[in-house]
């Protein structure tokens, strides 16, 4: 009973019959392999549109001043409390987001020059050259021709630039968002969302058409010939 039962349960593979009565089993047909080709190219496909995505968020965050976006990204949980906000603490978080703002209005018509001695200055530029604010001697003796430094057309295309920049950056923010619109519509969400994707890409390209060719504080410098 129990080897009838145990033979009934085995899996067989089918019999066919022979012109001369004699019984064949027929092999079953292996398995189709896995697509893997298919899945290599979507990975090889999905994988450069991610990286340069990455990379954009990346080039646009550098359009900012390192120590703006840092104070950002410290403060903005501390006075957001993590996007869970009253009116007190909006109201603080949007002098936050104002006093960051001018900082990148202001960083862009800072500028550093080399000096015969050998040392890095910052200064600030104006309509008739740049005011150098940390050079020791006040008649300037040492110092290249500060006139070239002047303010031009494209310092303030820069300065308006990198406020819409900053904006971008801050709309897309999970706690500066939550803090001003905790519970946002479908079309207020939507907006929230492109918005600053199309802002952040078009001023992209004019910081491309418009090269900065200032190095403000905290920015490396390359040398004065040629700079302007």
Known sequence: MSSSSSSSLTQRNPISLQPNGAEQELSEPPFP??????????????HPAMSQTLTSAANLANLLPTGTLLAFQLLMPVFTSNGSCDYATRVLTAVLLTLLSISCFLSSFTDSVKAEDGNVYYGFATRKGMWVFDYPDPSGLGLPDLSKYRVRIVDWIHAVLSV?????????????????????????????????????????????????????IGYPVTGNGGRR
Request: a positive charge; aromatic letters at 8%; proline letters at 10%.
């Open 164 to 216: 819409l920049v900053f904006g971008a950056v801050a709309l897309r923010d999970k706690n500066a968002v939550t803090c001003f619109y905790p519970a946002p519509e479908q079309g207020t969400k939507k907006v929230l969302d492109i918005v600053p994707m199309g802002v952040g890409v078009l001023c992209g390209m004019l910081f491309l058409i418009f090269p900065a060719r200032r190095h403000g």
């Open 33 to 46: 392999p896995p697509p893997q080709t298919q899945l290599r190219r979507q990975r090889s496909t999905t």
